[in-house]
Nanobody, 125 residues
Framework: VQLAESGGGLAEPGGSLKLSCVVS????????MGWFRQGPRQEREFVAS????????AYADSVKGRFTISRDNAKNTVDLQMNSLRPEDTATYYC???????????????????WGQGTQVTVSS
């Protein structure tokens, strides 16, 4: 499975960006998908996830109400719409895929087995 993110860049505080992730080389419908981020000198942290069965979404408390994750099974894509951006959202954002058959905790990075290269998001005035 290969993942490729796009859509990062520079935004002002209060602005918006949309990240996209295209998945190839695997059966997208069988994958749970997530977004993680890693800021300077920080550990990789969970941002959002969306399940394969019913597209149920989950969010980190820090982004709840501001970010929206969605998937398009016809296009093999998962998007992250980010609104009301804050300087603390500055990080490299990673798309991740989890192919485990049994239910796993999608908020932890080790339950994902494929990762993209990351896309940089910088929020600054």
């Amino acid at each position: 499975v290969q993942l490729a993110e796009s859509g990062g860049g520079l935004a002002e505080p209060g602005g918006s960006l949309k990240l996209s992730c295209v998945v190839s080389g695997g059966a997208f419908r069988t994958l749970n998908m997530g977004w993680f981020r890693q800021g300077p000198r920080q550990e990789r942290e969970f941002v959002a996830s969306v399940t394969r069965l019913d597209s149920s979404a989950a969010y980190a408390d820090s982004v709840k109400g501001r970010f929206t994750i969605s998937r398009d099974n016809a296009k093999n894509t998962v998007d992250l719409q980010m609104n009301s951006l804050r300087p603390e959202d500055t990080a490299t954002y990673y798309c991740a895929a989890s192919g485990y058959v049994n239910p796993v905790d999608l908020t932890v990075f080790y339950n994902y087995d494929s990762w993209g290269q990351g896309t940089q998001v910088t929020v600054s005035s």
